[in-house]
């Protein structure tokens, strides 16, 4: 596995995600870390107060590869379920970010994927039908040419 | 700060111990003495020995610890810790300025300065004692801690070190975030709000993006696009505000007024441009603008009611009085 010792942005990654909310913006790989930043927006919540979000302690990023799971260590502007991170209104939004064990420095192509809800599914699947909304995001595509180093 | 806990005090203390050569090379229980002869208050051990620490690391003090005698003393001595020449007037100046900029500027920006700044006064503050440099002279009404301000130091390096910047940028209008990489230009303050005006890679040109709209700003390494264009201080010139409204580009407006706001825009001329078409001797007056429309400018003619009527343009007419209905 080829690991850099710098660390490296890459911004609009190609991906397959099931809606553009969360919308998936930065990746950046570090010699310790993935790090993966989403904007969440409430203006298509069923919800009148805008709802909530949350993640899955259990997210990981897969390699397409090697098949390879990365496990999320940390995260930063969301809750972990079943904790939730309430919003209060349609015009409310959220940036936040989930941070992974370290992907390779290297040209591939990755999912990231929430594998279980830890609440009530009947209401998730009602609000993914609703609003379009479903965390998985497939095919992500990193291109080491395309990378930024961080200064 | 109090003056037993400002640093700098003990500093210059412990330099003028140094430096007295009347005087036996002090160990550290000379040089707690001299802190407290300097401050009327007693440091511990441990925060003299941090202080000179410091002293080595924030201004290169040459302090050497002889073991054998356990004394301290300086290894050069060229080095002056009070080296830069400061006459009483360059002092005040200073005293002015970080007062000024704690006055008019944010927290962050002025901690700094004042930081630097009491640096290079700390070795004159006995010849120029503090008295009430923390006075409040000036008030206004910047707010503090709103959103987005943190960016203000990196925004500020990447301009004047010609860095691109990656950002996640929500518009409120849309509800959408965006990542992009911009190069910013030129920061710029309008109504106690902070801007980045820069150029955008996504849009391959000059854009303009609110401090409390970005998100994580990173510096990266690449090519830097993009110069502080006389386009750019002159589109700033020609509107009130920052966002244009429509592609009007510069347009003659022309409002009336009742006579008791024709005070407020003598006072407070709109923008550079305000000319008086005429002035009534009842004091009803016809004023004229000529600038790119803006989202503020509209604003503005709506916060004066029906105190002003626009005559042209027309389309203005509507966008400030009719459409304000819906």
Known sequence: ?151 | MPVTKNPYLRYKAIDDRLRNRQRHLPTILDLIDACTRATEHEPSLDTVVKDIKNMRKSFQAPIKYCRSKGVYEYTDDAYRFDGVGLMEQDIDSIKNAIELIQSIGSSRVSDQFEHAMEKVLTAYREKFPQGNFKRQIIQTDAPRDFRGFEHFELFFRAIKDRIPVSIVHYSYSKQVFTSRVIHPILLKEFDNRWYVVAYSEEHNQIRTFGFDRINEPVLVYGDFIGDQSPEVTSFFKDIYGIYPFGDYGLQQIIFDTIPQELAYFRSFPIHESQKFVFVHNTGHARIELNLIPSYELIRLLRSFGSSIRIVEPKWLRQEVTENFKR
């Not at chain 1, 809606?19 to 913006?25: A, T, Y």
């Not at chain 1, 990746?27 to 993640?55: A, C, E, L, M, R």
């Not at chain 1, 972990?80 to 959220?94: C, T």
């Open chain 1, 1 to 151: 596995m080829k690991k850099s010792p710098k660390s490296y942005l890459f911004s609009n990654v190609p991906n397959e995600g099931r809606s553009d909310n969360p919308k998936l913006l930065r990746i950046t790989i570090t010699p310790t870390h993935t790090k993966v930043d989403f904007g969440y927006s409430t203006f298509k919540s069923i919800y009148t107060n805008g709802g909530w979000i949350q993640i899955s302690p259990e997210t990981y990023i897969l390699s397409l590869g090697n098949k390879q799971k990365f496990k999320l260590i940390n995260t930063k502007g969301i809750s972990l379920s079943p904790n939730k991170h309430y919003f209060e209104s349609l015009r409310d939004w959220q940036y936040y970010s989930l941070y992974f064990e370290a992907i390779p420095f290297e040209d591939g192509q990755y999912n990231i994927i929430e594998p279980e809800f830890m609440g009530d599914k009947e209401e998730l699947e009602a609000v993914n039908h609703v609003s379009g909304g479903n965390f998985d995001f497939y095919n992500i595509e990193i291109e080491v040419r395309k990378g930024m180093q961080i200064m």
